[in-house]
């Protein structure tokens, strides 16, 4: 049974910093592209950053500000978020993507953890 489980959300002022973590079970972790997505309320859910094993990639809106990494021992992608801004408020899910090692594989997603920015 595949599983990824989000963690480390919040309410943060703006400035501040969060940590989200994305732990992953029953997937070979090492081929997954491991990426952040996020939606907020009345919007399309966008792509915030993803991570191949060599590269990574992050949207305009975020870059200089977060940073996407993975630890294949544990199974887990992070994404470090500083100097927040209240427009990053959404849900932020984790995204497990197999199909650029196999092209048949299945894209799974995690439940989603909460971002509020608020002062």
């Known amino acids: 049974q595949v599983q990824l489980v989000e963690s480390g959300g919040g309410l943060v002022q703006p400035g501040g910093s969060l940590r989200l973590s994305c732990a992953a079970s029953?997937?070979?972790?090492?081929?997954?592209?491991m990426a952040w997505y996020r939606q907020a309320p009345g919007k399309q859910r966008e792509l915030v950053a993803g991570?191949?094993?060599?590269?990574?990639n992050y949207a305009d809106s975020v870059k200089g500000r977060f940073t996407i990494s993975r630890d294949n021992a544990k199974n887990t992608v992070y994404l470090q978020m500083n100097s927040l801004k209240p427009e990053d408020t959404a849900v932020y899910y984790c995204?497990?993507?197999?199909?650029?090692?196999?092209?048949?594989?299945?894209?799974?997603w995690g439940q989603g953890t909460q971002v509020t920015v608020s002062s």
């Open positions: 029953g997937i070979i972790f090492s081929i997954y592209t």
């Open positions: 991570i191949t094993v060599g590269s990574t």
């Open positions: 995204n497990a993507d197999p199909r650029v090692v196999q092209p048949w594989g299945h894209v799974y």
